[in-house]
C-alpha cells in the first residue's frame, strides 16, 4: 500500500527452495487438498442494476458443521470495517431449522441441520467520497468494483477450504479478477478463502490490454469516466510491460499464473493483491503525464514479491480481529519504495529526469526536515503507519520514507563490504528464498539475511541496533562515502509562492468520525503550534471564535495566516475547554546537496559506477 510520505528473456538465477512450490503431489496441480471435514463452498454476488447501492450475497455451505462462525477479515493495512455495511443477514436450510446471532462486530454464529446451510446478506454501500477511493467497493450504471474481504466473509476454521464464486451482473457487463477462470465468464474458483478476500473483482464497461513476460499472461484492466480524457495508451502499457520485465529480470520468475492491473478512472488511491492491483489513475492525470504513474504502479506490483510472498510474520493469518502492528513495514513499504523507483531507472521510464544521487538528497531532505522521521526507530514507525493517529505523540513519520533511505543504504554496505560482487537484489532474492512461502519474518530475520549476504556481521548488527531497532539518527556520509559521495546541508528560511517567509505549517485536523469532531494533530512539538501548547488529538472548536466545523475549514483558516499574526485557538481536551493564543513564526527547510568526494578511490569509482547505474 502506497502513502506517499510528508514533505518536511531473464537472467538465470537459482531454484528457490521448496517454500516456493505449495504442491504435494502431481494431482495438486489441478485439483484441491481435502478431507471429509472441509466444507463444499459456493459464493453467489449479485448487483441489481435498478440499485446501485448494494450488492446481495449468498453462501451456499454443505458438509458443513451444525454450528459454525462466519467473519469478515481485517485487512491489516486497509481495513475499511465493511461489516458495518452488512445488512438483512439471514440464515435458512433445506430441511430442518437455521438460526444465526452476531457474536461480534464482524463475527456472526449459525446453527443449522443436516450439515447444509445457506446464508444471504447484503453489503450497503456506504456513501462515498468523491473523488473515491479506488480500494472501496462502488457501482455505477458503467460497473464498479466489487469482491475481497469488503464483501465476502469467511468460514472461520476453514479457511484452506476451497471456493466457487458465481456473479450476476447487469447484461454486457465484463469481469476482471485474479480469481481463477472457468469455462463460465461468470463463475470463478479460489483456491482458499486467502485467494477469495484478497481477489477484488472488476465489473462493468472498460478497457483491456493484454502482454505475456516469460509465457505469463498480464491484463490491463482500465475502467473511465463518460467524460474520459484520451491518453497515449501505447506508451501506458509499454510502461507497465517494462515494468514487470525488471522485476522478472530481478527475481529470475514470477510468483503468479497470471496477473491484473485493475485500474478506475477519476478515483485515488491504490492496494497490493496477490496477483492484482487496484489503482486509481485519473485519465485527465494521464493526458497531461502519461507517466504520472508509473511510480504508483511499480510500487503497488512490486509488493507481489515484497508483501504479498515475503510477509511480515504478524499478518500470515485471516483473521476477523485487526492483527497487532507490525514492526517490519520498514521492509515491507521501504524496501518496496525502494525498488519502485530503481525499476523504473532500470526500465527508462522515470516522469522525471533525477538522478539516483539527486533522487537520494530529496530523501534526506523529507527525513531531515520531519523530526519525527529521526526521532523515532524505523520499527517504532512500521508499527505508527496502520495506528491511529498520536500514536507517535506529537509527531508524525514515514515508514515509506525511512524504509527506502534505508533500502539505500543497505546497497551501498553490500557493495562495499563484497567489493561490488553482491548488491541490494541478492538480499532480495534471499528474503524470497527464505520467506517466499507461508512462514512470515520479522526485523531479526532480515538481519540475518543481510549478514549472509555481505559477510559483514559487525557493520550490520550496529546498524539495526541504531537505526532499526534505536532511533539514533542516521549519519549518511558514513554510508555515501563507501560509494565516493558525501552530503552537504544548509538551511534557510522557508518561503512560500510569494517569495515571503511562510507561516509554521506544523500543524494538521482530521475529521474524526467517531466522534464526529475536528481533531487536530500536531507534526513538530518544537513549532510555534506546540510551543502553545496544543497537541494531537485535541478536539478543535474555534479559532479566532469562529468556530470550524470540519479539517477543510481548518485547513482553509491555516493556509491564510502569515508570519507575525496570532490566533486564538479554542480547544477541548479530556473533556475540558482550553483556550491559547498561537503566534505564528518562519519555519526552516533544510537542503541536501549530495555531490562526489573529491578523492576517490579506485574501489569508490567502481562502486559509484556501480551504484549510480542502479545495477
Known amino acids: 500500500m502506497h502513502r506517499w510520505p510528508y514533505l518536511f528473456g531473464f537472467a538465470l538465477l537459482p531454484v528457490f527452495g521448496n517454500g516456493q512450490n505449495p504442491l504435494g503431489n502431481l ?13 463444499v463452498i459456493d459464493y453467489t454476488l449479485t448487483v441489481d442494476s435498478t440499485d446501485l447501492s448494494f450488492v446481495a450475497v449468498q453462501i451456499k455451505l454443505e458438509n458443513i458443521s451444525d454450528s459454525f462462525q462466519l467473519g469478515m477479515y481485517a485487512h491489516p493495512l486497509a481495513d475499511d470495517k465493511y461489516w458495518r455495511y452488512v445488512e438483512n443477514f439471514n440464515v435458512s436450510a433445506d430441511q430442518g431449522v437455521a438460526t444465526s446471532i452476531r457474536e461480534d462486530s464482524a ?18 454501500f456506504p456513501k462515498a467520497m468523491v473523488p473515491r477511493y479506488a480500494t472501496r467497493p462502488f457501482l455505477t450504471l458503467l460497473g464498479g468494483l466489487v469482491g475481497d474481504y469488503h464483501n465476502f466473509m469467511y468460514v472461520l476454521g476453514q479457511t484452506l477450504s476451497p471456493s466457487y464464486i458465481h456473479f450476476r451482473l447487469p447484461s454486457g457487463w465484463q469481469i476482471a479478477t485474479g480469481l481463477e477462470p472457468t469455462a463460465d465468464p461468470f463463475s470463478f474458483y479460489a483456491a482458499s478463502a486467502g485467494i477469495l478476500l484478497d481477489a477484488p473483482v472488476l465489473i462493468g464497461h472498460f478497457k483491456k490490454w493484454q502482454f505475456q513476460v516469460e509465457g505469463v499472461p498480464h491484463t490491463i484492466a482500465y475502467w473511465s469516466l463518460p467524460d474520459a480524457s484520451s491518453f497515449d495508451t501505447l506508451t501506458f502499457v509499454s510502461n507497465i510491460h517494462k515494468i514487470v520485465t525488471e522485476a522478472a529480470r530481478l527475481f529470475g520468475r514470477l510468483p503468479y499464473r497470471e496477473y491484473f492491473f485493475l485500474l478506475q478512472d477519476g478515483n485515488f488511491g491504490a492496494l497490493e493483491h496477490t496477483n492484482s492491483v487496484t489503482v486509481g489513475m485519473p485519465s485527465k492525470d ?3 503525464n502519461i507517466s504520472e504513474y508509473n511510480g504508483e504502479i511499480a510500487h503497488e506490483y512490486f509488493h507481489a514479491w515484497n508483501f504479498m510472498r515475503i510477509i511480515p510474520v504478524e499478518y500470515t493469518s485471516i483473521d476477523y480481529r485487526p492483527p497487532h502492528y507490525s514492526r517490519s513495514l520498514w521492509w515491507s ?17 522515470l516522469h522525471d529526469t533525477t538522478t539516483r544521487s539527486q533522487h537520494l538528497a530529496e530523501l534526506i531532505a523529507e527525513y531531515t526536515n520531519n523530526p519525527g522521521n529521526h526521532s523515532f526507530s524505523a520499527e517504532k514507525v512500521s508499527m505508527s503507519d496502520v495506528a491511529p493517529a498520536g500514536y507517535l ?66 557493520e550490520v548488527h550496529s546498524f539495526f541496533e541504531d537505526h532499526i531497532r534505536g532511533n539514533k539518527t542516521i549519519d549518511f556520509n558514513k554510508y555515501l562515502a563507501q560509494v565516493g559521495l558525501r552530503m552537504n546541508l544548509t538551511k534557510k528560511i522557508f518561503l512560500g509562492d510569494d517569495q515571503k517567509p511562510a507561516a509554521d505549517g506544523s500543524i494538521y485536523a482530521w475529521n474524526d468520525a467517531a466522534s464526529h469532531t475536528t481533531k487536530l494533530g500536531i507534526v513538530n512539538p ?6 502553545a501548547g496544543l497537541h494531537t488529538g485535541d478536539v478543535l472548536l474555534k479559532m479566532n471564535d469562529s468556530t470550524v466545523s470540519n479539517a477543510n475549514d481548518f485547513f482553509s483558516w491555516r493556509d491564510k495566516l502569515q508570519v507575525g499574526d496570532s490566533v486564538n485557538m479554542e480547544i477541548k481536551r479530556n473533556d475540558k475547554t482550553i483556550r491559547t493564543e498561537v503566534h505564528l513564526t518562519s519555519q526552516y527547510l533544510t537542503l541536501t546537496n549530495v555531490e562526489r568526494l573529491p578523492k576517490r578511490s579506485a574501489k569508490e569509482e567502481k562502486l559509484y559506477s556501480q551504484w549510480i547505474a542502479g545495477r
Open 27 to 39: 494431482a495438486d496441480g489441478i485439483q484441491s487438498r481435502f478431507s471429509d471435514k472441509q466444507p
Open 333 to 349: 513499504e521501504g524496501l518496496t519504495m525502494f525498488y519502485a523507483d530503481l525499476l523504473q531507472r532500470r526500465a527508462g521510464i
Open 393 to 458: 505523540g506529537d509527531y508524525i513519520a514515514s515508514t515509506h520514507l525511512q524504509g527506502e533511505l534505508i533500502g539505500n543504504l543497505f546497497d551501498m554496505m553490500i557493495r562495499n563490504a563484497t567489493d561490488g560482487k553482491r548488491n541490494i537484489d541478492d538480499l532480495m532474492r534471499k528474503m524470497f528464498e527464505d520467506f517466499g512461502g507461508p512462514k512470515g519474518f520479522n526485523g531479526s530475520d532480515v538481519e540475518q539475511a543481510t549478514k549472509k549476504i555481505c559477510q559483514c556481521e559487525t
Open 286 to 288: 494521464l493526458a497531461k
Open 107 to 124: 463475527l456472526w454464529k449459525v446453527f443449522t441441520q443436516n450439515h447444509q446451510a445457506t446464508v444471504s446478506y447484503k453489503i450497503h
Open 526 to 531: 518544537n513549532g510555534c503550534w506546540g510551543k
